[in-house]
């Protein structure tokens, strides 16, 4: 099989149609030029040059071949820059996960900045529940997750993307859904209350559960969801109040309204990146940094 030095050679015999120019051009005396020539002769079994002591013409199967040569070279080359771009971190691609709260907070800020100064890497996001998402970690089938806080393993590293604050979310028409400034919690109690998922749910769910025991206030849990659009859909059909992430008011969900709550932690609310330290993409290390 032919070599690039080899097709290198040629390319520039055929291009000068001078031996000494190409040597010259190639940084190379004749004589090896010569010698490549010949071995790219003798591998495809033809002549690619007619030459005298005066004078390299390209033979008809010459002027075929220097298109093709050209375009392995071509290849060759994006090959190269591919390799070294996808090696740098520059190309490639992440599967980043993302629970559909952060959606509507650090997710599009993410997005935004890979746009930015990776326009050559290839974000391939997973809408997934924290639990899903560390299991798909683990799995290596994420580079990246946008969790709430959850028991991490030795592998796992992390970092606060966001922190935010809880609001109340009461259907239209409820006794407390008036803007009569921020809530205080003591307000909820014995109020029917949607609830997070002790399981698919878990963070909300235990942040929630210390809010209100160290508050002294029991709602009635009427429902256990898992996902901030579920809630809001129950809300806005009268089955109860909830408590969610500020972000969740981008939802824009009508007959709904938004009232801020009094809490001795203004923003309890964390949404953190996630990825394992072995994880050995360019490309995410790349992110990471602008990030």
């Known amino acids: 099989m032919f070599t690039l030095a080899q097709l290198t050679s040629f390319v520039a015999v055929a291009e000068e149609l001078h031996?000494?120019?190409?040597?010259?051009?190639?940084?190379?005396?004749?004589?090896?030029?010569?010698?490549?020539?010949q071995l790219l002769e003798n591998e495809l079994r033809v002549q690619l040059l007619d030459r005298t002591n005066r004078t390299v013409r390209l033979t008809p199967a010459g002027r075929a071949f220097l298109v093709e040569a050209r375009r392995i070279l071509r290849q060759s080359e994006h090959a190269t820059l591919a390799v070294?771009?996808?090696?740098?971190?520059?190309?490639?691609?992440?599967?980043?996960?993302?629970?559909?709260?952060?959606?509507?907070?650090?997710?599009?800020?993410?997005?935004?900045?890979?746009?930015?100064?990776?326009?050559?890497?290839?974000?391939?996001?997973?809408?997934?529940?924290?639990?899903?998402?560390?299991?798909?970690?683990?799995?290596?089938?994420?580079?990246?997750g946008l969790i709430r806080p959850s028991a991490t393993g030795t592998d796992l590293c992390s970092r606060t993307a966001v922190r935010e604050a809880l609001v109340a979310a009461l259907p239209e028409g409820h006794p407390m859904a008036v803007p009569d400034g921020p809530m205080p919690i003591e307000d909820f109690a014995g109020q029917d209350f949607l609830m997070y998922s002790?399981?698919?749910?878990?963070?909300?769910?235990?942040?929630?559960?210390?809010?209100?025991?160290?508050a002294q206030v029991r709602p009635v849990f009427t429902q256990y969801l898992t996902q901030v659009h579920s809630i809001l859909a129950l809300v806005n059909g009268g089955w109860g109040i909830a408590l969610v992430p500020e972000t969740a008011a981008h939802m824009r969900y009508g007959g709904i309204v938004f009232r801020q709550v009094v809490l001795p932690d203004p923003r309890p609310v964390e949404l953190k990146l996630v990825w394992r330290k072995s994880n050995d993409n360019p490309a995410l290390d790349?992110?990471?940094?602008?990030?």
């Not at 529940?129 to 089938?141: D, H, K, P, Y």
């Open 286 to 291: 790349a992110l990471l940094h602008h990030l």
């Open 84 to 144: 070294r771009r996808v090696s740098s971190g520059e190309a490639g691609t992440i599967a980043v996960g993302f629970t559909a709260a952060s959606a509507y907070s650090a997710l599009g800020g993410l997005l935004d900045t890979a746009r930015a100064a990776l326009p050559g890497v290839e974000i391939l996001l997973q809408e997934l529940v924290t639990r899903r998402q560390l299991e798909a970690l683990s799995a290596g089938s994420l580079d990246l």
């Open 19 to 37: 031996f000494t120019r190409a040597a010259e051009r190639l940084n190379m005396t004749q004589p090896p030029l010569s010698r490549q020539i």
């Open 198 to 214: 002790p399981i698919e749910a878990r963070y909300f769910h235990e942040l929630l559960i210390s809010i209100f025991r160290a």
